[in-house]
């Protein structure tokens, strides 16, 4: 079926390790964003993408590297980890316009320890 | 930045109607009005926008202050599977920075 896949669903990993979520969609939607979750609170946006290798900084982007290959692929990467990067990742993907849903995957919760 | 307000809680009983309130009082004209919702450990929903007018869709009714700076979510018969936190959105149009999720408002409904 067509839609947006995380994986890993859950991770746990130790400070100062690199570690990468991963997000796959099929809908060849051309905007791609990574979000994160933290517990009670709201989702917040670290990286999106316009399409192939363009991408741009969200609200929060510090210790977060992302890079878009291909359309339906948008990796995101924490190149040392610290315990403040635990959290629940969203990945979401929408068509060109701006005003159009986002369709979220599942989450990946992600553990440092 | 344009960023909205919604009680922390709401209860309803099964099978009757649901309004959601959201103030957003820095609206500017280009701001568009989102609804997403969020079950227990999923990613969140779209369920509804809007710019000026009420909109309707199979999910919810969405009801907008002839001035803007409040909006209402109106579920018209609620079922236990729509207790989720539902979050209003402001989206500046061509602009994904502006996507300000908040808080938003978490609703029970009771059998």
């Known amino acids: 079926d067509a839609g947006i896949t995380q994986s890993p669903r859950y991770k746990i990993t130790e400070t100062g390790r690199q570690v990468t979520l991963m997000c796959h969609q099929t809908w060849s939607h051309s905007y791609m964003f990574w979000y994160r979750q933290d517990l009670g609170h709201g989702l917040r946006l670290i990286y999106y993408s316009a399409a192939a290798d363009i991408t741009d900084k969200g609200e929060v982007p510090d210790g977060y590297v992302v890079s878009r290959s291909k359309t339906e692929n948008f990796p995101l990467t924490l190149e040392s980890a610290t315990r403040s990067q635990t959290s629940v990742y969203f990945c979401a993907s929408s068509e060109a316009d701006s005003n159009q849903p986002q369709h979220f995957g599942d989450g990946t919760r992600l553990s440092i320890l | 930045d344009a960023k909205t307000t919604q009680p922390n809680s709401m209860e309803s009983n099964e099978e009757e109607p649901v309004h959601l309130p959201c103030n957003h009082s820095t609206i500017s004209g280009t701001d568009y009005i989102h609804w997403y919702r969020q079950l227990p450990s999923q990613g969140p929903e779209y369920v509804i926008h809007g710019l000026t007018s009420n909109v309707n869709n199979r999910m919810a009714s969405l009801a907008i202050a002839e001035d803007r700076k409040s909006s209402t979510l109106i579920l018209h018969r609620a079922t236990l599977r729509d207790a989720a936190v539902y979050y209003c959105?402001?989206?500046?149009?061509?602009?994904?920075?502006?996507?300000?999720f908040g808080s938003g408002t978490k609703l029970n409904v009771k059998p």
């Open positions: 959105i402001l989206r500046v149009v061509y602009n994904f920075n502006k996507f300000y």
